[in-house]
């Protein structure tokens, strides 16, 4: 079955306590934390004491997804404050020597870890970290804000990082985020995703009904 993951990045922070309760009563197995610091890219949302009421009010796991410069420094916390999975960019870390690091160091705390690429970095840029991360994540749209229109060029990136992790004998997963409805979920989990991040599409409609339409 899909993973759906909810991105509170979308909720109405005005019907707080009704949504998570929505979220809670719904068959979405995780949240989506977007942190954001405005440089990596141009917005910025919240860091660990708001995800950490949410650690106590939601059910679902907790996958935060950081589009900040300094993925090292926060790692730690978020996993403190009740992280199931932290996923970083690959393309903030100029040193790659880094990135082997910092998934070493989530392993070695027993943690979940992932890897995200922007839509125009190539895809090669995550071969090398087959069998390191637990996780990639391909954005379908360029980070930095919700409701934008879903590139469909993912879709082949889904295919080809199916194959080489099949190749590989790798079990981890591949989560998809940016513009997923129903029907941009369904060409994701054919070809080959495991995980489905909606933001705008669950929040702007029946919570439970649009998060079971991407089960
Ligand atoms: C964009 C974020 C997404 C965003 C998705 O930078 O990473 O998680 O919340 O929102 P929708 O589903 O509205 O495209
Ligand atoms: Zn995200």
């Not at 410069?69 to 926060?74: G, I, L, T």
């Not at 082997?100 to 160091?105: E, G, P, R």
């Not at 997923?180 to 933001?199: R, S, W, Y």
């Amino acid at each position: 079955m899909t993973i759906v993951a909810p991105s509170v990045l979308s909720l109405d922070y005005s019907h707080m306590e009704k949504q998570i309760q929505q979220l809670n009563e719904s068959e979405a197995e995780w949240l989506h934390f977007d942190v954001m610091d405005g440089h990596f890219v141009p917005n910025l949302t919240f860091g660990t004491d708001i995800m950490k009421g949410f650690a106590k009010s939601s059910r679902q796991k907790l996958d935060v997804h950081v589009m900040i410069e300094d993925p090292v420094a926060f790692m730690d916390s978020f996993y403190e404050a009740g992280a199931y999975n932290y996923t970083f960019h690959e393309e903030a870390l100029m040193h790659k020597e880094e990135i082997a690091k910092l998934a070493a160091h989530a392993h070695e705390l027993g943690k979940s870890v992932g890897l995200s690429i922007k839509p125009g970095t190539p895809l090669e840029y995550l071969k090398p970290w087959i069998g390191k991360f637990d996780l990639f994540l391909l954005m379908s749209v360029e980070p930095g804000f919700g409701g934008q229109k879903f590139q469909p060029a993912v879709l082949d990136r889904i295919r080809t990082l199916r194959k080489w992790l099949m190749e590989e004998g790798s079990t981890a997963l591949i989560e998809v985020d940016g513009g997923i409805n129903a029907e941009t979920g369904k060409q994701c989990v054919e070809a080959g995703a495991d995980v489905l991040v909606a933001g705008s599409y669950v929040f702007k409609n029946d919570i439970r009904k649009a998060v079971h339409s991407l089960v």
